[in-house]
Structures are given as structure tokens and as C-alpha cells.
């Protein structure tokens, strides 16, 4: 299968949010015009992003929902357990780890770390706050597969760095800076001040 | 001035972040080489990305650091005050009026909405926990500009036609829903599910 665009992975998500939400209702199928109208884009832009996949539907007929929703979910990687340590045990952290789609989705937390001496060692949402500089030793035993990062801008890219020494290959950034991984890596970045921005200049530039 | 991607106004927050760097850092210069390395771009696309806005820099002296840095900062509207309300009193909405750059960037909390009794009325993070049935007659006086939507998944569409009708004309979503907003009215999502997809993807497509 080829290399697909970051924003065709994200628009497959956006349809499986609906689809999850027909499967809820019971409904059997929906078509490329539906999906498109709940998710902000055309039904031609769906065909296209499914036709990457394999075919999908039947003309006249519409798709299977429960068939569809199956292999979007197997696409996406979704099915089986992802293992996540969350470094930064504050309350970005912390909401994440409380919202109901990351376990739903196989999201696992493994370990949660932090450098304050005055967080190690304390209870955290059912986990024990380790020390950061035990990562790469548990990294063996635990062998995550993602770290969250939420900790302050400063010193991100060592942190980044000692991640990637543990041998992770996916980071969740929510760190206020930009960090540079080597090839190999993915980082998705969740950039509050990004988004604020970019509400602040759609305010300012209206009509 | 005409309408510019989103796209461009993403690379403009992330130019900033690097020019307040260099900013702290005082240095005086930077180059579309410097600014492209550090924000994972090219510098033909900074150089493109900074025409829409009038010509800045100087061949071979580079760009001004404090003069780049208001006129985007300028640009993203930054620089005045935002008032915001946050719509569900919950560990996301607490983190995000925690953080640090959210008050930077002239945002204020203008008040804190629930629907559930239990917490209507209680102090949270400094404020008096409201109603959300009066956001609308609450709006008249309070003024806000972008409201923080950061309730389940259930019923987000109804939150949004109350913002609307409340007069908001920016929504920053964290609910795991798609919503729709009526023209004239800037709906940023950060949906941690899609994010979570995104890395399972990568995870599961590697070499």
C-alpha cells in the first residue's frame, strides 16, 4: 500500500467518527454524499480517499457501515493495544489520560515521568510518578510505543532526544516548541498557542 | 489585504515561536534559511509566506528580528485583548486557562459554564463556576470573543448553536465531534482522537 497524505489519514478519522456515531444508531449504510456532508468535504474527495484502500460500496447502494468502519479502524492501526508512557505528569497529562477515547481506542498507559523530585514517587491517576532518568532502563522492560510530552518549552529537544534513545518511535507533542526527530520518528504536534493564533487572526481579519 | 491560507498562518505562529526565541536570546537578525530550518520548511516558502504581507528584510542582511516579530505578531492579531469563555469546567479547560502562554497571548477567561448541578457555583481556578444556560443573556454583558468548548461528545452541536446565537464568532473545539458552524464563524478542533489515529497510522505503515 502507498504512502497516504497526513490529510487523508485525518479525514479517515473524521469519517470514522461518524460512522462510530451511525454504528451507535444501528444504521447498516451511508453513502460517499453523507459521509461527506458530516465531515466537511465533498463526496468525491471520499471516494477518492477510500479508493486508496481498495474498492468500498456498491454503486446505488451506498457503503456497509459496520464494513466500512471495520477497515477504517484497521487502516488507522486501531485493534490492537499501543502502549504510552506520559512524560510531564501535570494536566495536560492528566486530561489525556482521563479522556474515554484513549483507552477505547487501545491507548495504555505504561508509565508516567517526571524531573520534579517533588512529583517522583507520588501517585498520579492510579500510576506512580517515576524519575525521567529511569526511561531508557524501563523502556527495555516496558517497550512503549508512544510518549506523550507534556512538559514546558524549555529543553524539549533533550527530552525529545532521550525519548528517541529509548527506542520510541511516536511522540504526542504538546510542548510550546518545534522539535526536530530523526527519520524514523513521528511527531505529531498539539500546539495550544498555534491554535489561538490562528482563532486571533481569523478575528482580526474579518469582514 | 487578501484572504490567506491556513496553512500560511500555521507557519506564521510557528516563525514567531523561533523569532521569540531569538528575542530572549537578544539577537538582532535572522534569514529565511535560519527561520525555514528551524520551523521545517524552505526558505523560498518563508520568503513566499512573508510577501503576503509587504516586503521585510534586506538581500544578505536578513530580516530585523524585533521588526519581523511585531509586525507578525501584528499580523495574528496579537497584541489585544481576547475575551474568552470556557464551556465545560473539566481538566481541559482547567489546563488550558493554566497555561502560560494562553494569558500571553492577551487571552482572559471571562467566565466558566457547566450544565451540571454538582458544579455550578463552585470556584474553579479562580472563577465562580456558571450556569451555562445564561451564557446568552451573560454574552450581552461580558462581551466574550472565542469560546473554549471542551464538553463530551454528546450534544456538542447544541453548545455551538448556543455560542452562536450567544454572538461568539470563534469556537476552539476540543469535543471529539465535528460540528458545524454557520459562515462567519471560526471553529478550530484539536481532537485528540485524531491525533491518537494519526500515530497509530504511522505506527502501523512503518518500514
Redesign the interface.
Known amino acids: 500500500?502507498k504512502?497516504i497524505a497526513?490529510s487523508t489519514?485525518?479525514r479517515?478519522?473524521?469519517y470514522?467518527?461518524?460512522l462510530e456515531e451511525l454504528e451507535a444508531r444501528s444504521i447498516a449504510t451511508t453513502s460517499s454524499d453523507e459521509l461527506a456532508a458530516?465531515?466537511?468535504t465533498t463526496s468525491a474527495q471520499v471516494r477518492k480517499d477510500l479508493s486508496f484502500f481498495g474498492s468500498f460500496g456498491k454503486r446505488g447502494l451506498g457503503y456497509s457501515v459496520p464494513e466500512l468502519t471495520a477497515r477504517i479502524r484497521q487502516?488507522?492501526?486501531?485493534g490492537r493495544e499501543?502502549r504510552v508512557v506520559i512524560v510531564g505528569a501535570?494536566?495536560?497529562g492528566?486530561?489525556?489520560s482521563?479522556?474515554?477515547?484513549?483507552t477505547q481506542?487501545?491507548?495504555t498507559v505504561v508509565g508516567v515521568y517526571d524531573n520534579d523530585p517533588s512529583k517522583i514517587g507520588k501517585r498520579w491517576n492510579g500510576e506512580t510518578i517515576r524519575d525521567i532518568s529511569a526511561l531508557e532502563t524501563d523502556a527495555v522492560r516496558d517497550r512503549p510505543?508512544?510518549a506523550v510530552l507534556a512538559i514546558?518549552a524549555d529543553d524539549v529537544q533533550g527530552e525529545v532526544d532521550r525519548i528517541v534513545r529509548a527506542g520510541i518511535?511516536?511522540i504526542?507533542n504538546f510542548a510550546?516548541?518545534?522539535v526536530?526527530a530523526p527519520p524514523?520518528v513521528?511527531i505529531?504536534n498539539?500546539?495550544?498557542?498555534?491554535?489561538?493564533?490562528?482563532?486571533?487572526?481569523?478575528?482580526?481579519?474579518?469582514e
Open positions: 500500500m504512502r497526513d489519514v485525518r479517515l478519522s473524521v470514522l467518527r461518524y458530516h465531515s466537511g487502516i488507522l492501526g486501531l499501543w501535570g494536566k495536560i492528566s486530561a489525556l482521563a479522556y474515554r477515547g484513549f481506542r487501545g491507548f510505543d508512544i514546558p518511535k511516536a504526542l510550546p516548541a518545534q526536530i524514523g513521528t505529531k498539539v500546539n495550544m498557542a498555534m491554535e489561538l493564533e490562528g482563532l486571533s487572526y481569523a478575528l482580526s481579519h474579518r
